[in-house]
């Protein structure tokens, strides 16, 4: 991974996105309410950088890849993409964009159409985008293509039900590569792969990343995948962002009450590691009608009076995070966060 | 060990017949547990970790399915049993934990029918007391309000609560032995951590022996003692739960390990790139010579490839089938 990252001009920038879906019911099928989805959120991507968003089912994750996708339109903020804002952009000016964004999906059997050979998958982006001179051009691509992704050239011919898992997310990402891409977007795309073939595909998009110069947006619920692979991690539950933090120091010693359960919930394959382990009670509540004030309240162990009713904005903390969090307004010797403690040990 | 183990499972062969050829998916697996025991076993998809439970309760359909061998349970051979006989012991002595908690209960029924059928099926209880007895398992494997939550279906709880449902139903008639087939797969991390939690407090009070179904080397290491590593419907590895993870002696349980990124390895310096099991599991359609793992061995010679190793001690209380020993392994 490279140390010296762009830090000006961020890649991507997403501010104060909000996705809220409609819930109709009723005799007239009128609109009886909302999915907050994903409630108010920012970050930004530099060129060159992963950031890691993770969280758990339902807490607005996959959303927030598919608005940057643009895959639908959003209630609120913006999602600008060096410099330019692509969240308004007429259908046909996005076409344009639509090639520096790419996207490799969770299920590698769903994702790639089944009556279409891998040359045909792959040559459609290139066609589409008009990247290839000619015929020959396009050949040279497609075989550089494969190679890129560590398959036979002479697979190319075939269809994707003779390929394994494995074999097909790669095919996925030689698709997501085609189109020569600033930005991927990998929604829970090592999730579904068994463990050996798991690391095979982490290890090709580390590769890549270094090779290529991507960014990537790394959506994934697994946290030893994530800091294997990340530099930033963002923290989400329930439709909001909770903490932002470089990799090393979010593991080291997170700054919100979730990211510390979260990290201390995670079965290590170490038998015997005695760890504090924060177990927390309940389920997610649902994100048709979140809690009032700071939407952990219900399940954080630290929770006081405050936290009903004030919702706590993202803040700086003293070690670079970014948490939402009444606990750092606290004096230090009542914020049991300002331990610098992991939970790992 | 003076005692005979509650399970004794010999040479089980579980095959398949398709149109293309006979699959093996268990060829040849022995194992045992003993009383109040946890072992896991642990393996990637395919490698007939699963077929190995349904066999042990006699899940598998057959035709097209066939199990032969020994499955000893309590001294009984399950497989010599008549229906009936089988029917009195599933659920009963033997119960198991399914991974899909949304389509492994049954959607029309209260969930205090469906725990309170298993009581009174094989303990005679009445309607009344199999409720009562329903709430007191509600209760105990921790779902608050249970006299309410027993009268509710199951698309009325979440994924946690249906899984603590499950287990409740599974421990209703204080079974022996408990399989659990990848019970926490399903689940978030924070509801993994309550259920694994549940599941420890329940063995302490409960009792039951558990053979664990994962592919989730975390989960293993957090509540297994011992540990069986199925590769190919064949075990390849079997150690004390330490031992396995400190120092495993076949290399495709080494492979595994060394392909699991480690959480915290940030802050320990250890970032290593993980290490890749290159090529793809063996079609089991097919009869392998030699060592089932030889095609993506490292350090598979031609003896490997002819001769399959059988199970041998590398160290006390510690088996592995490979030809070599550590020494000759890191060697090569």
């Not at chain 1, 990537?216 to 962002?241: C, N, P, Q, W």
């Not at chain 2, 009344?128 to 279906?153: D, F, H, N, S, T």
């Amino acid at each position: 991974m490279s140390a010296t990252l762009q830090m000006n001009a961020p890649l991507l920038r997403v501010d104060d996105l909000k996705k809220h879906f409609p819930l109709r019911g009723g005799l007239l099928g009128g609109v009886t309410g909302h999915v907050y989805a994903v409630d108010g959120i920012s970050f930004d991507i530099a060129k060159g950088e992963t950031l890691s968003l993770v969280g758990e089912s339902g807490c607005g994750k996959s959303t927030v890849g598919k608005a940057v996708l643009r895959l639908f339109d959003i209630t609120a903020g913006q999602v600008v993409l060096d410099g330019q804002r692509i969240d308004t952009m007429s259908q046909s000016a996005l076409r344009k964009i639509r090639r520096r964004v790419q996207v490799v999906f969770q299920d590698p059997f769903s994702s790639l159409n089944p009556r279409m050979r891998v040359k045909d998958i792959l040559a459609e982006p290139i066609r589409n985008f008009g990247l290839a001179k000619d015929n020959a051009d396009l050949d040279r691509r497609l075989a550089e293509l494969m190679d890129t992704v560590r398959l036979p050239r002479d697979a190319i011919g075939r269809w994707p039900h003779e390929f394994s898992g494995g074999q097909r997310q790669r095919i996925g990402i030689a698709r997501a590569l085609a189109a020569e891409p600033d930005l991927i977007i990998c929604d829970e795309a090592v999730s579904a792969l068994d463990v050996s073939v798991k690391a095979q595909i982490v290890n090709l998009l580390q590769d890549l990343q270094a090779k290529l110069g991507l960014a990537l947006l790394f959506i994934s619920h697994d946290l030893a995948i994530v800091e294997h692979m990340t530099h930033r991690v963002a923290v989400m539950y329930l439709g909001k962002i909770v903490e932002v933090a470089p990799r090393r120091s979010l593991f080291a010693a997170p700054k919100h009450p979730y990211t510390e359960a979260l990290l201390s919930a995670v079965p290590v394959p170490q038998p015997g590691a005695a760890r504090k382990r924060i177990i927390l009670k309940g389920d997610v509540p649902s994100p048709i009608n979140p809690p009032s004030g700071c939407r952990f309240h219900t399940r954080c162990p630290y929770a006081f009076d405050r936290c009903k009713l004030d919702e706590p904005l993202l803040k700086p903390t003293s070690t670079g995070h970014l948490a939402a969090c009444h606990l750092h307004d606290l004096p230090a010797v009542q914020n049991p966060l300002s331990r610098d403690v992991s939970p790992l040990h | 060990m003076a005692e005979a183990p509650l399970l004794d499972v010999r040479n089980l062969q579980t095959h398949f017949r398709t149109p293309d050829g006979v699959n093996r998916a268990v060829d040849g697996l022995s194992f045992h547990v003993n009383a109040g025991e946890t072992v896991a076993i642990v393996g990637e998809s395919g490698c007939g970790k699963s077929v190995t439970s349904m066999s042990i309760l006699r899940l598998i359909p057959e035709p097209p399915g066939k199990i032969a061998g020994e499955i000893l349970f309590q001294g009984k051979d399950l497989l010599k049993l008549s229906d009936r006989e089988m029917r009195a012991i599933r659920g009963n002595d033997v119960s198991m934990i399914f991974q899909e908690p949304m389509t492994s209960l049954n959607p029309v029924l209260t969930v205090g029918k469906q725990i309170g059928e298993t009581l009174r099926l094989h303990q005679g209880l009445n309607k009344q007391q199999a409720e009562q007895k329903a709430v007191e398992m509600l209760k105990l494997v921790g779902i608050p309000a249970p006299e309410r939550r027993v009268k509710e279906y199951p698309h009325q709880l979440s994924g946690g609560m249906r899984q603590r449902v499950m287990i409740a139903m599974a421990l209703a008639c204080n079974p022996k032995l408990l399989i659990a087939d990848e019970p926490t797969t399903a689940l978030d991390v924070t509801i993994q951590a309550q259920i694994l939690d549940l599941m420890r407090d329940l063995k302490n009070t409960v009792g039951a022996a558990i053979v664990l179904i994962t592919h989730d080397l975390g989960v293993v290491a957090e509540v297994a003692e011992r540990v069986i590593v199925m590769y190919a419907g064949r075990k390849v590895e079997e150690a004390k739960v330490g031992d396995l993870f400190a120092s495993p002696k076949h290399p495709y349980t080494q492979g595994l390990l060394g392909a699991v990124p480690k959480l915290g390895s940030s802050l320990t310096g250890d970032e290593t790139r993980l290490s890749e099991i290159p090529g793809l599991v063996p079609s089991l359609k097919t009869r392998i010579e030699g060592c089932v793992f030889a095609s993506r061995c490292p350090r598979a010679t031609d003896l490997c490839r002819a001769v399959a190793p059988a199970l041998e001690a590398k160290a006390p209380n510690h088996v592995a089938a490979c030809h070599y020993s550590e020494k000759e392994l890191l060697a090569a």
